[in-house]
């Protein structure tokens, strides 16, 4: 089964610190992985993704993902993280099934960053 | 470049009252999705257009949902009768589609409608 999941509903990090949001997917097959950000009353915006490649992806805002074949993961990651970058962040996986137009989302973590 | 559009952002109806939502979607991108998005957790497909052609509507309960791109641009999302049970937040989202679509397409997600039904 194709799946994706986020096994932490919440990240708690100071101002300044790493950051880590986790991800983990079950695909049959070649993954393309995404993951988006998600403030406030608002739209989901696109951090970044991985289709091939280096298994270090660079995105939006700082946030960089590295993908781990061998552990099927997808992790999330910034160097420094800021109080604006709360939000809730869902990681996403291309259901191949269908010719990779389905995207299955994770529940999503809410990351908290105190100043 | 202007994002995907939607409209309303919000709206509260009673139950068995009739709502629609309107997309936009990014100019030049063929593909629109419409997914459902419920309190604290990943959004869920209910429709994938092509153009105009409807291509995947294997989600969306047609008892009292239907959907429409007739010119392969805009698109509106029906809801007849309203249930209690459908509030929830409306996304739209839109890509490249076409030959560059696929699993490479980046999709694009609008503000969304928040739909309460008292």
């Known amino acids: 089964a194709q799946s994706v999941a986020q096994p932490e509903d919440q990240v708690k990090v100071a101002e300044g610190n790493p950051l880590t949001v986790k991800c983990t997917y079950s695909?049959?097959?070649?993954?393309?992985l995404f993951w988006y950000v998600q403030y406030p009353n608002r739209g989901l915006q696109f951090l970044l993704k991985?289709?091939?490649?280096?298994?270090l992806v660079k995105g939006s805002y700082g946030f960089e993902a590295e993908f781990n074949k061998s552990q099927t993961s997808f992790h999330l990651k910034k160097p420094s993280a800021l109080v604006s970058d709360s939000a809730l962040y869902f990681c996403?996986?291309?259901?191949?099934?269908?010719?990779?137009?389905?995207?299955?989302f994770g529940a999503g973590t809410r990351l908290f960053v105190k100043a | 470049e202007a994002g995907v559009v939607q409209s309303p952002r919000y709206k509260i109806i009673e139950k068995k009252q009739p709502v629609a939502f309107w997309c936009n979607p990014i100019?030049?991108?063929?593909?629109l999705y419409w997914y459902l998005q419920n309190l604290g957790q990943g959004p869920e497909l209910l429709i994938r257009?092509?153009?105009?052609?409807?291509?995947?509507d294997s989600q969306l309960p047609k008892d009292r949902f239907s959907a429409e791109r007739l010119k392969g641009v805009d698109s509106t999302l029906k809801i007849q009768p309203a249930e209690l049970g459908d509030s929830a937040v409306y996304l739209c989202?839109?890509?490249?589609?076409?030959?560059?679509?696929?699993?490479?397409?980046?999709?694009?997600f609008g503000p969304g409608t928040r739909l309460t039904v008292l």
């Open positions: 989202a839109s890509s490249e589609g076409g030959a560059s679509g696929g699993a490479r397409d980046t999709q694009y």
């Open positions: 695909v049959s097959g070649n993954p393309y």
């Open positions: 991985y289709i091939t490649g280096d298994n």
């Open positions: 996403a996986v291309r259901d191949m099934r269908n010719g990779g137009f389905k995207t299955i």
């Open positions: 100019s030049g991108h063929n593909t």
């Open positions: 257009y092509e153009n105009e052609e409807a291509v995947d």
